[in-house]
């Protein structure tokens, strides 16, 4: 349940967002778990034998007064929605965001993912209100349990897939990159 959401999750919250526009690039700034989304514009691809990741590889053009941004490159960890419909590390996942009015925005979304889906799925609309001068406030997932994880042996959580090498390789006795005796290898942060 901690894991990150991926991109159409993370949309489909309902948590306030923010959309930066540069020359070359748009970013999306989430107020869910801080997630930021780099959205190319500059005409490049997706780049070949990139590794897969959580929010993936994005890149972006305009048609008329919409915003058109293709993600690829995601694992299959995350799913589509809350529900847990699954995808494959295929996914191709198409956003656009239209400027219905001053107030409002509209984002559709299209799921296409061959490996699974015999045919693409088109998403729910949704609709986003303008927050005049609104901020974006800290928001971690999992948040309450995180005091609980760093006291606690994370190889004795049911559940806990996150830590699935670092235990076996314990288990094993074979060397871990940590310092902390139970916990998962320490990062330089």
């Not at 997630?35 to 691809?45: A, F, K, N, Q, T």
């Not at 960890?77 to 996914?91: A, N």
């Not at 400027?99 to 609709?127: C, Q």
Request: charged content about 25%; some cysteine.
């Amino acid at each position: 349940a901690c894991a990150p959401a991926g991109p159409s999750r993370t949309i489909a919250r309902g948590s306030p967002f923010e959309i930066m526009q540069f020359p070359n690039r748009v970013v999306l700034r989430y107020e869910y778990d801080h997630w930021v989304r780099d959205v190319w514009m500059d005409g490049r691809g997706h780049p070949k034998d990139q590794p897969t990741s959580w929010m993936g590889h994005s890149i972006g053009w305009w048609e008329g007064d919409t915003l058109v941004v293709e993600t690829v490159g995601m694992n299959d960890l995350t799913t589509l929605d809350s529900p847990g419909t699954p995808h494959s590390e295929s996914l191709r996942f198409v956003e656009r965001y239209t400027r219905v009015n001053s107030e409002t925005l509209e984002i559709g979304t299209l799921f296409d993912d061959p490996v699974i889906y015999t045919k693409p799925i088109e998403g729910i609309k949704m609709s986003w209100r303008l927050v005049p001068n609104g901020t974006i406030s800290e928001w971690v997932a999992c948040d309450d349990h995180i005091p609980d994880l760093l006291q606690s042996d994370v190889c004795e959580i049911t559940g806990a897939w996150e830590y699935e090498a670092y235990c076996v390789r314990r288990e094993k006795g074979l060397p871990v990159e940590s310092q902390r005796e139970s916990g998962p290898p320490a990062r330089g942060y």
